[in-house]
């Protein structure tokens, strides 16, 4: 069997010495076989969600033609951040190979620990303001979903 996370890995070279982004790296695996692969692209495309995670997802739900990887399994080349792990799970992929610990990372300057204790509770949540309003539209937006025949889940 492919070793793929030093597939991951690779990828991640490629990227970082072109200059597109930060030391990450991911493919995307059904059945042995890799239908996406991706790099760290924030610098390169000015996209700050352009993470390797997120790139091979991307990649892997075109090939496929459909936004669910269940079945799935993803090799990265750090412990996800928050968001890559938040699409890792709405993409229902069912398991993660990783080769770095998020403390590893923290140690070269990749720090996402207060990504991380901002999800623990609202008074955690130091890095963005939020502002809830109780508008009436929402709800009415609700109502019109609730009443369509061909609701599509995420």
């Not at 930060?22 to 695996?29: D, R, S």
């Not at 996406?36 to 995670?53: C, L, M, P, W």
């Not at 991307?58 to 080349?77: K, N, V």
């Not at 609202?122 to 009415?140: F, G, H, I």
């Amino acid at each position: 069997m492919p070793d793929f996370l030093d597939m991951a890995y690779k990828e991640a070279e490629q990227g970082m010495l072109a200059g597109d982004g930060g030391p990450f790296g991911a493919v995307v695996v059904k059945d042995g076989i890799i239908i996406g692969k991706g790099h760290n692209r924030v610098i390169s495309s000015h996209d700050s969600t352009a993470h390797a995670e997120i790139c091979a997802i991307r990649e892997a739900e075109s090939a496929l033609g459909t936004h669910d990887l269940s079945g799935c399994e993803i090799y990265t080349t750090c412990y996800p951040c928050p968001m890559c792990l938040g699409a890792i799970m709405w993409a229902r992929i069912t398991k993660v190979y990783y080769g770095s610990t998020s403390e590893q990372a923290a140690a070269v300057g990749f720090d996402d620990q207060a990504f991380y204790r901002a999800f623990l509770t609202p008074e955690s949540n130091q890095l963005v303001s939020m502002v809830y309003d109780d508008n009436p539209t929402s709800r009415l937006l609700w109502q019109k979903w609730l009443e369509l025949d061909d609701r599509k889940m995420y």
